[in-house]
């Protein structure tokens, strides 16, 4: 029963990362994209401009998810917390009164949020390093960054929050997974 209670709980925080990251992503790659169109003359949108001003959103876009996607892990935290399936909740639990938090700020996620993220970035190294040792062995990959960028990472972090939050409450004492 709890097992589906963390499987619903990624599924939401995979879409809801995923979803704000790109979102984001696309977003300010477009402004900037619109933006250097116009700064460079805004001329007619012929084929060349066109492929240019994809080009130059394809190139952008990978840089601005990487940073999109720290912002969305931040604010997916907080949606984890008091959501009831298969009857369990994440809670969290103040500092010093040791008592239920019932509207979660971002500013109560701060602490919370350095310890998961130090454990997804362990996870995430761990299925990086797995992954190396299977592409050299089974695809001959000499090097990492032969395959290796922010598309791949993205995944892993997907796959990582998924036991992040499995070890969450072991390592942040502010979060139980209490049963409703």
Request: charged share 15%; proline share 1%; glycine share 6%.
């Amino acid at each position: 029963m709890i097992s589906r209670f963390y499987l619903f709980i990624w599924f939401r925080w995979v879409i809801r990362v995923v979803f704000c990251s790109v979102f984001l992503a696309a977003v300010l790659t477009s402004l900037l994209s619109i933006f250097l169109y116009f700064y460079y003359g805004a001329t007619t949108l012929q084929n060349e401009v066109y492929n240019a001003l994809l080009d130059i959103f394809g190139f952008y876009f990978s840089i601005f998810w990487s940073f999109t996607l720290l912002v969305a892990l931040f604010r997916s935290l907080k949606y984890i917390y008091n959501t009831r399936c298969c009857g369990y909740e994440f809670r969290l639990y103040g500092c010093q009164d040791r008592e239920f938090i019932e509207k979660i700020r971002y500013s109560n996620l701060i602490k919370v949020w350095r310890k998961w993220f130090s454990v997804l970035i362990w996870i995430v190294s761990s299925i990086v390093v797995v992954s190396i040792i299977i592409g050299k062995i089974l695809f001959g990959f000499a090097e990492l960054f032969e395959w290796f960028n922010i598309y791949w990472l993205g995944g892993f972090t997907a796959v990582g929050g998924y036991f992040s939050f499995i070890f969450l409450p072991l390592r942040c004492k502010q979060t139980k997974v209490v049963k409703c």
